[in-house]
């Protein structure tokens, strides 16, 4: 079976600091690795994802993940957080030969950037 | 490219009655979509899986004869709350997969559902 885990309800963290959003799963096999970020009655927009290649994964708005197979991880990273980085943001993941399954979302992380 | 759209972005209905949700890859085809609900301040679970042409998957405890899917062309699936009930107000999001190597499954801006 398939699961994300993103141990931390809520991060808080000063503008301009760096951010960092925890995220570790269960697949078996190779995983597809992915995050999204939803803001207040908004669907979900994708930031990055990693499929194969370079474990470092860099994508929308300065944000980028390391994938860490060994710890199984896939942690969501920023050099210096916006205000407007506030939001809710979303892990998941679906074994990369696991065929018609559909991606498993973490429980979420809330996201506070304090000014 | 890989844009999926839901309509209507929002409803509002009295207890009792039927509300249809579309789901439309516009500029691929999915063979596949998934429809998932999400309850304030928490994660989206997943409710079914629809596949063009035959019935749909469901999630277990999720009530088949209430949450009607039809997956009818492979650029539409419509999700149908039948009688509904204030319970059901939620947010309800679909995505449809793309296939190609790595199936990726893209995702509707979701639905938000009022009942009365």
């Known amino acids: 079976a398939q699961s994300v885990a993103q141990p931390e309800d809520q991060v808080n963290v000063a503008e301009g600091n760096p951010l960092t959003v925890k995220c570790t799963y269960s697949?078996?096999?190779?995983?597809?690795l992915f995050w999204y970020v939803q803001y207040p009655n908004r669907g979900l927009q994708f930031l990055l994802k990693y499929i194969t290649g370079d474990n470092l994964v860099k994508g929308s708005y300065g944000f980028e993940a390391e994938f860490n197979k060994s710890q199984t991880s896939f942690h969501l990273k920023k050099p210096s957080a916006l205000v407007s980085d506030s939001a809710l943001y979303f892990c998941?993941?679906?074994?990369?030969?696991?065929?018609?399954?559909?991606?498993?979302f973490g429980k979420g992380t809330r996201l506070s950037v304090i000014a | 490219g890989a844009v999926v759209s839901q309509h209507p972005s929002w409803v509002i209905c009295k207890s009792g009655t039927s509300v249809k949700i579309e789901c439309r890859s516009l500029?691929?085809?999915?063979?596949?979509m998934f429809w998932y609900r999400q309850f304030p301040k928490q994660s989206l679970m997943l409710m079914a899986t629809s596949n063009e042409g035959s019935k749909a998957t469901y999630e277990q405890g999720v009530e088949k004869d209430k949450f009607l899917i039809n997956h009818a062309s492979l650029t539409l699936s419509t999700l149908t709350v039948t009688s509904a009930h204030p319970e059901d107000s939620s947010f309800y999001i679909c995505?449809?997969?793309?296939?190609?190597?790595?199936?990726?499954?893209?995702f509707g801006p979701g639905t938000r559902l009022t009942v009365l």
């Open positions: 995505s449809a997969r793309r296939q190609g190597e790595t199936n990726e499954q893209f």
């Open positions: 500029d691929f085809q999915a063979t596949t």
């Open positions: 697949v078996s096999g190779n995983p597809y």
């Open positions: 998941a993941v679906r074994g990369a030969y696991s065929g018609n399954t559909p991606l498993v």
